[in-house]
Antibody, heavy 122, light 108 residues
């Protein structure tokens, strides 16, 4: 079965960096685009970034562009999010999510991890 | 940046029809997707490509889209349908994704 397990969250001071990981299993990782989505406490979902199946293209939300970097290691079935220059407003649960194959469910995010909490505070 | 607009809340009695709207300038050319999120849980896809239902999603969930507005309809809403509902789509480039602000559905 498809599993996505995030790790790397924690408490970090403003201006510092943190790297999140998402370990994927139960499917052929190299065939799928992958996303990061976040949710601030008590707030709605916010799309953060996407990386294509082969890592050839990456796109970011304006709120994180230039500070966050999405990457993947297909040999390790792992997705990453490098977060630099963190701000209080980056405090959120960070979810990794798989993008469906177009012929199955369009470009929906069909599987999600349970999330990892990042708290930016001094 | 591109935005999708949803009403913050929708309230219906059990058995009634709930409709949640989502408006966005790119929706005439881009598909809408809908997610249900219950407290403390990851989101679940309930509608994809405007009006298609994933396996395992009850038939009372349906979707439609016309012009700049997409609509999620829950026919005969049940108490267990309570939660937050988010629309999701892409900007006109098709590269950046966006979620609506979410609508809290109350069934009581």
């Amino acid at each position: 079965q498809v599993q996505l397990v995030e790790s790397g969250g924690g408490v970090v001071q403003p201006g510092r960096s943190l790297r999140l990981s998402c370990a994927a299993s139960g499917f052929t990782f190299t065939n799928y685009g992958m996303h990061w989505v976040r949710q601030a406490p008590g707030k709605g979902l916010e799309w953060v970034a996407v990386i294509w199946h082969d890592g050839s293209n990456k796109y970011y939300a304006d709120s994180v562009k230039g500070r966050f970097t999405i990457s993947r290691d297909n040999s390790k079935n792992t997705l990453y999010l490098q977060m630099n220059s963190l701000r209080a407003e980056d405090t959120a649960i960070y979810y990794c999510a798989r993008e469906s194959l177009v012929e199955v469910a369009g470009t929906s995010l069909d599987y999600w991890g349970q999330g990892t909490l990042v708290t930016v505070s001094s | 940046s591109y935005e999708l607009t949803q009403p913050p809340s929708v309230s219906v009695s059990p058995g009634q029809t709930a409709r949640i709207t989502c408006s966005g300038d790119a929706l005439p050319k881009k598909y809408a997707y809908w997610y249900q999120q219950k407290s403390g849980q990851a989101p679940v896809l309930v509608i994809y490509e405007d009006n298609k239902r994933p396996s395992g999603i009850p038939e009372r969930f349906s979707g439609s889209s016309s012009g700049t507005m997409a609509t999620l309809t829950i026919s005969g809403a049940q108490v267990e349908d309570e939660g937050d509902y988010y629309c999701y789509s892409t900007d006109s480039s098709g590269n950046r994704r966006v979620f609506g602000g979410g609508a809290k559905l109350t069934v009581l």
